[in-house]
């Protein structure tokens, strides 16, 4: 997270498929409208509740 907030480029592996993207950090409103999908799908929705902190959400955009 903190790297991805210093330089918004990324290189992303899946599968074979590999590419170079850039990520924006989502503001809180449309963090708080995603997560609970990102949650429900990653199992992150556990990990959120265990902590007081925010877990912060990246949009990745091919670059």
Known sequence: ???LRSDARAHVEVGTDAFD????ELPPAERDELFPKVA???GFG???AKTSR???LFE???A
Do not use: E, G, K, S
């Open 60 to 62: 990745l955009q091919r």
């Open 1 to 3: 997270m903190h790297n």
């Open 46 to 48: 556990d990990y959120q």
């Open 40 to 42: 429900a799908a990653a």
């Open 54 to 56: 925010v877990i912060p």
């Open 21 to 24: 993207v850039t990520a924006r």
